[in-house]
């Protein structure tokens, strides 16, 4: 495992695209800041204000580029052919799909860590604030489940690229669903669906305070939707990876 991860990170360290795509989460949390903090220069920020601003606010953009760098693991290599040296050097694919997944975890969940870091610092920086906000739970909370739900998107991501062959399908599944279905169910059935939808879930427990009126605070059932999810499409692609050919069609 170590050797597909060394591997995995110089195929990623190669693309450019991976440097834009973390250079657009960064770049974006320190625009967005710039922004919000020179309006508001001096002003006072609290725990939640900080949550906001470092997490909730760029939440989106980083599940976006997170689905990027995972749909990248095999639709790059089905793209240009290169699935099947990848498949010499590791023949087996179970192992092979657990190494795209971590790695490519891994790098989105340090890209929003980056961002993260970077916005806090600006953000604190640019304000006022009280040595308390640094001992309220719920804000290191906030921080660390927007890492980690990150770096989750970017698994779920890499499991539909290895049942579609392709980069482009796996992110305009996840776009479409998270930003119009799950939009929509909430609209015909009710705040209360939120819970029980994997991205919706997503948000609600990140937030630093219950999102909206509607949305609510999340139940039990928020904690274990995503990774159901999840588990199901990986699994789906650990059957379906070892019954197809090497081949880019």
């Known amino acids: 495992m170590t ?7 110089r195929r990623l360290r190669s693309l450019r695209a991976t440097w834009v795509l973390v250079g657009l989460v960064v770049g974006f949390a320190l625009l967005a800041d710039l922004a919000v903090g020179l309006g508001n220069l001096n002003q006072p920020v609290d725990a939640e204000g900080v949550a906001f601003q470092v997490v909730q606010r760029d939440l989106l953009i980083r599940w976006l580029v ?3 760098i995972g749909a990248q693991a095999f639709g790059h290599d089905f793209r240009y052919g290169t699935i099947r040296p990848t498949l010499l050097a590791f023949p087996r694919r179970g192992q092979l799909l657990a190494g795209k997944v971590l790695a490519a975890s891994l790098l989105s969940a340090a890209a ?25 739970p719920r804000l290191w909370r906030s921080i660390a489940l927007g890492t980690v739900t990150t770096g989750l998107v970017a698994a ?6 290895a049942v579609a062959r392709g980069s482009g399908l796996p992110v305009v599944l ?17 705040g209360g669906a939120a819970p029980l939808l994997p991205f919706l879930s997503l948000v609600q427990l990140t ?6 009126q509607d949305l609510g605070a999340p139940g039990p ?4 939707v995503f990774p159901l999810s ?11 990876l070892p019954k197809r050919d090497a081949t880019t069609s």
């Open 207 to 212: 937030a630093y305070a219950p999102v909206s």
């Open 112 to 136: 929003a860590l980056a961002a993260s870091a970077v916005s806090i610092a600006l953000v604190l920086a640019l304000t006022t604030w009280d040595a308390s906000l640094f001992a309220d």
């Open 174 to 190: 996840i776009v479409l669903w998270a930003g119009v279905v799950e939009p929509l169910t909430v609209v015909g059935l009710g």
């Open 221 to 224: 059932l928020a904690w274990v």
């Open 156 to 161: 779920l991501a890499v499991g539909l690229a």
């Open 230 to 240: 999840l588990a199901a499409t990986l699994a789906t692609a650990r059957l379906v």
């Open 66 to 68: 997170a689905a990027a």
């Open 3 to 9: 050797e597909l991860l060394v591997f995995e990170w």
